[in-house]
């Protein structure tokens, strides 16, 4: 969702320099979303490089995300 955003922001004409800015609040579910997004992230290019899978997230770290404690 948020690759489709920029993506309108920084749609075909556009002339002028784009920023985007992500708000996320310290210590919420939102904040745990984005770490997990940026781990997939990593995964991916790490895929697309050629590299290994080495990156992949154990049990633990997942839950580690989840719970509240973070």
Sequence with gaps: MEDQASDRAHRIGQQRPVTIYRLVTKDTIEEKIVELHRHKRDLADDL???GEMSGKM???ELLRLIREEG
Excluded: P
């Design 48 to 50: 697309l490089e050629g």
């Design 58 to 60: 154990s049990a633990r």
